[in-house]
């Protein structure tokens, strides 16, 4: 390998993520575009074609006009249905395309799903089977096995472990797009109010089947840059009701320097979730939630998203300052949901790429 770029979200998910590395794909075409994701969140991609995409298991890579392979990694959770047919909604584009699933990723079925339909609703769950699942794996009985070998309507695509390794190898330009954010994992989020996996650049690389000499070159430098995603104002799932609208379920707390709001409150329209589409919950900045996960995600170029959301201009100007430190930088803005939409800072001075900045985020009001 030559290049190994990761997308991180570095908040509660649905920072755009789908957006950055599909405009990545575009114009820095990676050759490998590799997921480990679960059908529990989608990832949208607009593409400078005007072409939607919106996925949960297929990367928004797939745009790269150089792309050779697809691969989905041993950590993920693959839904089949729900594969096969993103696959035949892209199957224009991916006619030449070597599709590689790791034969240890596991199978998401209904049987999952009914398991989780009541249970989970006390801590916000989606409820698309993926825990259900991934506890079928970890339990290992031979009789029972949720594995992607095992699976006939995947058997096309579904590789050896040593193929998927050579295939990793072949690769020069590799991105990588993580799943869901930094703060719902399981081990350094607001247990139990997360998903069921760790979010985190280590844990990425791993569900990805990336070893550690795939890392580094002859001398020891790093191969990978980890490029980490966060909006302006973060969001979590929704909360639970019943028929009567009693609160039954609660999908998390927050970062004591933020607090909840309303879409209302801040003059936009209400975002529903990708694959619930219940009504989001929606929250101030937080400087403690970005520093903490740029720092342990090795973060060092940052994509804000969701700038046009912020009506004044101070407001931005700490947001800014909050994510920008001696370790990373704001290099790309987002101010709507299409390619044309992400804007490219310019390396250079602290002063002058926060004024352009500004510049972007005015013209864009």
Same mark, same amino acid.
């Given at each position: ?24 794909? $575009?114009?820095?075409? %990676?050759? @490998?575009? +590799?997921? !480990?994701?679960?059908?529990?969140? *989608?990832?949208?991609? =607009? ?67 009914? $398991?989780?339909?009541? %249970?989970? @609703?006390? +801590?916000? !769950?989606?409820?698309?089977?993926? *825990?259900?699942?991934? =506890? ?89 840059q980890v490029i980490g995603t966060c909006r302006t104002y973060p969001i979590r799932v ?128």
């Amino acid at each position: 390998m030559d290049t190994i770029k990761m997308v991180v979200d570095l908040q509660y998910g649905s920072t755009g993520k789908g957006l950055i590395v599909g405009y990545l794909a $575009e114009n820095e075409a %990676p050759d @490998t575009v +590799i997921t !480990s994701w679960a059908p529990n969140a *989608g990832h949208t991609y =607009i593409s400078s074609q005007g072409r939607k995409f919106i996925h949960t298991h297929l990367a928004n890579g797939i745009v790269s006009p150089y792309l050779k392979r697809v691969l989905l990694g041993p950590g993920s959770l693959i839904n089949p249905e729900q594969l096969l047919e993103e696959i035949r909604a892209c199957e224009d584009m991916l006619k030449y395309i070597e599709i590689l699933i790791h034969p240890h990723a596991a199978i998401v079925t209904q049987r999952h799903v009914d $398991e989780e339909a009541g %249970p989970m @609703t006390k +801590i916000g !769950s989606t409820k698309k089977g993926v *825990g259900a699942a991934m =506890i079928q794996r970890i339990r290992r009985n031979p009789d029972d096995l949720n594995i992607a070998a095992n699976c006939p309507e995947l058997a096309q695509y579904v590789t050896t472990t040593m193929s998927y390794r050579a295939a990793l190898r072949e690769a020069r330009h590799v991105l990588i797009e993580g799943a869901q954010g930094y703060g719902l994992s399981m081990y350094h989020g607001f247990y139990p109010y997360t998903t069921s996996r760790d979010v985190s650049t280590w844990q990425i690389l791993a569900d990805a089947g990336i070893s550690y000499d795939m890392l580094v070159d002859k001398y020891q430098n790093t191969r990978l840059q980890v490029i980490g995603t966060c909006r302006t104002y973060p969001i979590r799932v929704a909360n639970r009701y019943d028929t009567e609208g009693m609160q039954v379920g609660y999908s998390g707390p927050c970062y004591d320097d933020q607090v909840e709001t309303s879409f209302e409150d801040i003059g936009q329209q209400t975002e529903l979730t990708t694959v619930t589409k219940l009504p989001r919950r929606i929250f101030t900045f937080s400087g403690k939630q970005i520093q903490e996960s740029i720092e342990y995600n090795g973060a060092r170029e940052v994509f804000l998203n969701f700038v046009n959301y912020v009506r004044e201009e101070r407001e931005l100007i700490g947001i800014v300052a909050a994510i920008e430190s001696d370790q990373a930088i704001v290099r790309w803005i987002g101010t709507g949901p299409t390619y044309k939409d992400v804007h490219v800072i310019d390396r250079g001075a602290r002063a002058l790429r926060l004024n352009q900045i500004i510049n972007i985020w005015k013209a864009q009001r």
